[in-house]
């Protein structure tokens, strides 16, 4: 291109030196006057272009008017360089325009290789922060929180809001989805836990929000549970606080009436249950028509299929959110396969952003093995680990409400600062619990899945999975209960003989995670994704925990069998009961089958009239409104059975 330019730019000059030539024995004399002048004019340093081209058309009219008279010019310009200063000179008009256009073209180049260097810049804070985005039109990650302030306008209110909570810098989930979330764009954000997934929701929502507006909802944010629900609520109201807006969250004990007034809210944090109930009533108690933003937190918790998953509540609530200017946000530090695919298929031009590998353990918690023979091997194990010294906060996992009921029975004894929460406590009950907790007024905290995901105890040192965990995304959560926030924390795992074949799974993940493994749990074999599926759906049986010695069981055993024999021996020797005789036979003899299964049973079955009615209520966990219509049900079948 610069050759076509330099070429096209001499072509009056060629044609000027065809002219010369023929008057060049003319005007010889003239030219070398001309060119005398315009070289001193050069070398005096002043722009001789004009002079240089009036010179020029003043030789063109000369030589007109003197076309008869001829010289050579050939001769002149082989013996003189002049021609060629000449060539200069008249270069010197074009190189003017050339030079235009350098400039141009390095005004161009300088804001190329500044882009360039932006880039870098960008590439270079995702690199560093382990930062992956995929979709298209990315918008740029923060700097820092100033960056909300100079290129959003965001509020200083609620920068001083975050500041006054202690966060300096943003967290690597906070640098990438809070400017896409700003750009109104629908995203899935997968990062691990404790990376801070919480806030960088909440900053987006209240900057669009802005002030309190009386159209009813504008935000709605779903986790899986009500601690966790309640969690979130917490974290908006300090982040939101002097803005005007108002939250508010579902309570069980929220009057029937109160969808009446919810128009005076402008987010709404649930879970999905406590929603569709609302939305079920009849008229509904709850319009999600005004929603602008949707954020499921624990999306792939929320996406599961069956009991413990939420998909079909999704699905009910995501149609209720029918307005046209939705957006969508999936959030969750683990991610399954299918909840991207129809994340990429029904939310619109997302955005994906990973931090670090997906689906793997925080990198601040030191993760252990130990392998505990049998379940009682899991109570010395443990008991050992408190005896040893341990700085509280500690969280256990167990898998169910009742084993955490029999470990909480073993180590109260124990003159441990302990309690336990699960499903079957009511939810005043969990509440105070929680605040125990947080209070440090307990110490060791056993608990089920309920507090697997997205709990943010802070300063939890230590997570013990006293049961095995029964899936890789189970695993990866509870663990994310310590080493939050860039804090470190430790976790150990004990395993049996009967956990071995999750073993290989949270192996990888430990190994990952840059935590030594025995090179042999690498090298099992893998279970089938069937049977991984089928296993992360159900709880391994396991015995009874209790401390109580085998050959302890036994005695008491023999003792109760002699105590039956001699009421035996009495009624054989007296008069004859027949009916009551064979009662007490049947009586011990299942007695006996049963003990002889299970040794720990008596421990086990023991029940207190409120522990029943509280598993009766876990059972039924079924909204007045649907006991009044199975009431119904069963009226109707019966009439009709008479019928
Ligand atoms: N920018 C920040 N600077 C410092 N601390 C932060 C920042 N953002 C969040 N945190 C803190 O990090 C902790 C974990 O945050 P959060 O609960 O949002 O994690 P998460 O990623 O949602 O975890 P999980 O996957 O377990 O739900 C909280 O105590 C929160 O206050």
Redesign the pocket.
């Known amino acids: 291109m610069w050759f076509r330019l330099k070429y096209v730019t001499r072509l009056p000059l060629f044609y000027f030196q065809i002219i010369s030539k023929d008057l060049s024995f003319q005007n010889t004399t003239l030219e070398k006057a001309d060119r005398k002048e315009t070289n001193e004019l050069k070398r005096k340093n002043v722009d001789v272009n004009s002079t240089a081209l009036l010179k020029k058309v003043k030789v063109d009219s000369d030589s007109e008017s003197n076309s008869s008279s001829s010289s050579s010019e050939d001769d002149d310009s082989t013996s003189d360089p002049e021609p060629e200063t000449e060539l200069q000179i008249l270069g010197k008009i074009t190189s003017k325009g050339t030079e235009q256009r350098r400039e141009k073209k390095k005004k161009v180049k300088t804001k190329e290789k500044l882009a360039a260097l932006h880039q870098e810049e960008v590439n270079r804070i995702r690199n560093q922060h382990k930062i992956h985005i995929y979709g298209t039109d990315k918008p740029e990650p923060l700097k820092s ?1 100033d960056d909300l302030v100079t290129n959003y306008k965001m509020s200083d209110v609620i920068l001083k809001n ?1 500041a006054k ?7 690597p ?2 640098r990438q989805t809070i400017p896409a979330m700003l750009h109104r764009r629908e995203i899935m954000a997968c ?10 929701f909440i900053l987006p929502i209240i900057h669009h929000l802005g002030k309190h507006s009386k159209h009813g909802f504008r935000a709605l944010v779903l986790a899986p549970t009500r601690e ?1 629900a309640k ?1 979130i609520y917490r ?1 908006f109201q300090m982040i939101s606080d002097g803005t005007g807006l108002k939250l508010h969250y579902i309570d069980k004990t929220v009057p029937e009436n109160e969808g009446k007034s919810v128009k005076k809210f402008d987010i709404l944090v649930s879970t999905p249950n406590r929603l569709i109930y609302q939305l079920n009533q009849d008229p509904p108690q709850i319009d999600l028509h005004t929603v602008e933003w949707l954020i499921v ?2 999306s792939d918790k929320l996406f599961e299929e069956g009991k413990s998953g939420f998909r079909d509540q999704l699905a009910i609530i995501y149609k209720a959110c029918d307005s046209k200017n939705v957006r969508r946000a999936m ?3 683990t991610f399954a396969y299918d909840v991207e695919q129809w994340c990429r298929l029904n939310l619109d031009n997302v955005i994906q952003v990973n931090v670090g590998a997906r689906n793997s353990a925080t990198q601040t918690v030191e993760q252990e093995l130990q392998f505990v023979g049998t379940e009682f091997g899991k109570l010395f194990a443990i008991r050992e680990i408190i005896h040893k010294g341990i700085q509280p906060p500690v969280l256990v996992f167990v898998q169910s409400k009742e084993r955490a009921q029999e470990l909480f029975n073993e180590l109260i004894y124990d003159g441990m600062n302990v309690d336990a929460i699960h499903s079957g406590k009511t939810q005043a009950q969990r509440d105070e619990v929680v605040m125990k907790f947080r209070l440090g007024k307990v110490w060791i905290l056993i608990c089920t899945e309920l507090m697997g ?4 105890f ?1 300063g939890v040192n230590l997570v013990i999975n006293y049961d095995f965990p029964n899936s890789a995304i189970t695993y990866i ?1 509870r663990i ?2 310590t080493g ?3 804090r470190s924390g430790k976790a150990i795992t004990f395993f049996t003989e009967d956990d071995k074949i999750n073993l290989r799974s949270i192996a990888n993940i430990m190994v990952e995670a840059g935590c030594p493994v025995p090179p042999y749990m690498l090298q099992m074999k893998k279970p089938t994704k069937k049977k991984r599926r089928r296993l992360a759906k159900r709880v391994p049986e396991r015995e009874h925990i209790s401390t109580a010695l085998k050959a302890d069981l036994e005695k008491a055993k023999k003792k109760r069998d002699i105590i039956r024999k001699v009421k035996l021996q009495k009624i054989e020797g007296s008069t004859v009961d027949k009916k009551k005789l064979r009662r007490l036979k049947a009586k011990s003899k299942n007695k006996s089958d049963v003990d002889n299964k299970n040794p720990t049973t008596q421990k086990g079955k023991k029940k207190t009239p409120k522990d029943a009615v509280e598993m009766k209520r876990s059972k039924q966990n079924i909204s007045p409104n649907e006991k009044v219509k199975k009431f119904k049900q069963k009226k109707k079948n019966k009439l009709k059975n008479s019928t």
């Open positions: 929180f975050i909570i202690g966060y300096t810098e943003p967290t989930i906070q990062a691990p836990t404790g990376s801070g997934k919480t806030a960088a966790l969690q974290d937190d624990e959030f969750s530090a995901r997205g709990i943010d802070k959560h994310g209960r939050r926030a860039g």
